[in-house]
């Protein structure tokens, strides 16, 4: 039983580890070419038509 646990921990460490190393990096498909892109979802919201062709990035934050 200890064993199963065991096994099973390690199994969702590893599952971890490689959802967190997909966020790492940001495709080049969609990575865009600002370099500071609009990042605020709420005021794109409240007024999108001061941001009509502007590139955007919404949440993807990683904490390390």
């Known amino acids: 039983m200890a064993v199963q646990k065991r096994l099973i921990k390690g ?3 590893c599952a ?3 959802m967190l ?9 969609i990575k865009g070419s600002s370099p500071t892109p609009q990042q605020d979802l709420v005021r794109v919201m409240n007024a ?6 502007q590139e955007a990035r919404f949440g ?3 904490v390390a």
Do not use: E, M, N
Request: charged letters at 10%; aromatic letters at 8%; proline letters at 8%.
């Open 21 to 29: 190393s997909g966020c790492v990096t940001i495709p080049d498909a």
């Open 11 to 13: 199994a969702l460490a």
């Open 60 to 62: 993807g934050k990683v």
């Open 48 to 53: 999108p038509q001061l941001y009509i062709g």
């Open 16 to 18: 971890f580890a490689l």
